[in-house]
């Protein structure tokens, strides 16, 4: 299967009650170099305070932050005191994922297949104050078409403090949205990560049968393309010594 990085981009209404979310992708794969990385062990560690605002704290830092963005990325305030604005999150998985192909197998069921995603991309999402961290994976999941549990991913802040880089693990239950204005519209000071749930070994018993089979297919071709790469890049190396030969044996 051949990744292609052109997202395609929604927009819909997003209420409260409502299982739609809706957001604005758009695909970077520049990755920025960083220092030294500390993981966040502990959830409840490094988190900003969780303060209810009033409607006018939220008007006063929304100004500040749209004054101080510089990619014309800027929040709405609403006057029901939901605020919407963008976040970038970065695609960081280093095992397969199972993707919906969008062809009907037999049965009418949809053809999945599993492939490693392109690492360091990074999406766009425009989304809501009232949407959690669990309604921003489900939306990068639908919007690169992954049909893998949400449960098995995580999403994690990266933010700098004294010049020394952290990253923590969000709870299901906090709003992106508002780290990202509590922290202002650099990225250098606050960006999200998409990463596997850390569970240390992998528990192959959280697979269902389809994934795992998918996943013996993505090795087999794996498997079959580094084979062809051998054969071919020894055939080369065989020709030439075939023409050197010949060369020697033209002159002597």
Not at 114 to 119: D, I, K, M, Q, S
Request: include cysteine; charged fraction near 30%.
């Amino acid at each position: 299967m051949t990744w292609n990085s052109t997202m395609s981009s929604g927009y819909s209404s997003l209420e409260e009650d409502s299982e739609e979310y809706f957001f604005t992708a758009r695909t970077s794969f520049i990755k920025k170099p960083l220092g030294k990385v500390t993981e966040g062990k502990d959830v409840e560690k490094e988190r900003e305070l969780r303060t209810e605002l009033s409607w006018e704290e939220i008007g006063q830092k929304v100004e500040l932050y749209n004054a101080a963005t510089k990619d014309h990325l800027k929040m709405t305030l609403n006057p029901t005191g939901v605020y919407t604005g963008f976040i970038k999150v970065q695609m960081d998985l280093r095992r397969p994922v199972t993707v919906r192909g969008g062809q009907k197998a037999a049965g009418g069921c949809v053809e999945e297949e599993a492939f490693y995603l392109p690492r360091g991309v990074t999406n766009t999402l425009h989304i809501s104050s009232n949407n959690t961290v669990r309604q921003v994976i489900v939306a990068l999941l639908n919007k690169f078409t992954v049909a893998d549990n949400p449960a098995k991913y995580a999403l994690y802040k990266r933010y700098c403090r004294e010049e020394q880089v952290y990253v923590c693990k969000l709870a299901d239950g906090e709003q992106p949205l508002f780290l990202r204005l509590l922290a202002g519209p650099d990225t250098d000071t606050l960006s999200f990560v998409l990463r596997e749930q850390q569970t240390g070994e992998v528990v192959w018993d959280a697979f269902t049968i389809p994934e795992l089979r998918n996943f013996l297919r993505f090795l087999d071709k794996e498997e079959d393309e580094q084979r062809e790469a051998v054969i071919r890049r020894y055939e080369a190396y065989r020709q030439r010594l075939q023409e050197a030969l010949r060369e020697l044996g033209g002159t002597s």
